[in-house]
T-cell receptor, first 108, second 118 residues
Framework: EIVLTQSPGTLSLSPGERATLSCRASQSVSSSFFSWYQQKPGQAPRLLIYGASSRATGIPGRFSGSGSGTDFTLTISRLEPEDFAVYYCQQSGDSPRTFGQGTKVEIK | QVQLQESGPRLVKPSETLSLTCSVSGGSINSYYWNWIRQPPGKGLEWIGYIYYSGSSHYNPSLKSRVTISVDTSKNQFSLKLSSVAAADTAVYYC????????????WGQGTLITVSS
């Protein structure tokens, strides 16, 4: 099973600041099978990024993904108030599909 | 746009079987792969398994001995059964779709909290 480890656990930032979230895989993952999700309290996760760097439909341009192999990054260029949430990375290249434990982006 | 809605008993007794149904609207169940994912309160996400409309399925090995996912194409629904539940199975259960067996989860249901308690 591929274990995904996200860092940091919590990121305290102010609106307008840049957020950089990391996800490290225990073994190499094809970029084609790597995704990021956003989850707000009481809501289902929402797909943000697929294929490591492609934005899902309707996702603003301030969200970007990068990385390959075992190291992947989600960047939010300038935080908007609605971006404060928990973010999960996920791989589907190996079974079982697994998620990271999440990074909470909170208002400083 | 595909819409998903989970339904089923919200309280299950220990050792019994959890049963949930996901109703699909806005799209045909004869496309996509149909998944179940769960999230214990305050914790992360765990993929349970998927089924294709043809009936082929694939489960998380950690739950495989207790899980059955089935599909009813005539009703545009798919279902989850999890047997021999315990308190550790208390979670929000989500149904979700993917365009392929290894594609990302693009549509999600709102989720339903299932509590295992006597």
């Amino acid at each position: 099973e591929i274990v995904l480890t996200q860092s940091p656990g919590t990121l305290s930032l102010s609106p307008g600041e840049r957020a950089t979230l990391s996800c490290r895989a225990s073994q190499s993952v094809s970029s084609s099978f790597f995704s990021w999700y956003q989850q707000k309290p009481g809501q289902a996760p929402r797909l943000l990024i697929y294929g490591a760097s492609s934005r899902a439909t309707g996702i603003p341009g301030r969200f970007s993904g990068s990385g390959s192999g075992t190291d992947f990054t989600l960047t939010i260029s300038r935080l908007e108030p609605e971006d404060f949430a928990v973010y999960y990375c996920q791989q589907s290249g190996d079974s079982p599909r697994t998620f990271g434990q999440g990074t909470k982006v909170e208002i400083k | 746009q595909v819409q998903l809605q989970e339904s089923g008993p919200r309280l299950v007794k220990p050792s019994e079987t959890l049963s949930l149904t996901c109703s699909v609207s806005g799209g045909s169940i004869n496309s996509y792969y149909w998944n179940w994912i769960r999230q214990p309160p305050g914790k992360g996400l765990e993929w349970i398994g998927y089924i294709y409309y043809s009936g082929s399925s694939h489960y998380n090995p950690s739950l495989k001995s207790r899980v059955t996912i089935s599909v009813d194409t005539s009703k545009n629904q798919f279902s989850l059964k999890l047997s021999s539940v315990a308190a550790a199975d208390t979670a929000v259960y989500y149904c979700a779709s993917t365009k392929g067996a290894v594609a990302p989860f693009d549509y999600w249901g709102q989720g339903t909290l299932i509590t295992v308690s006597s």
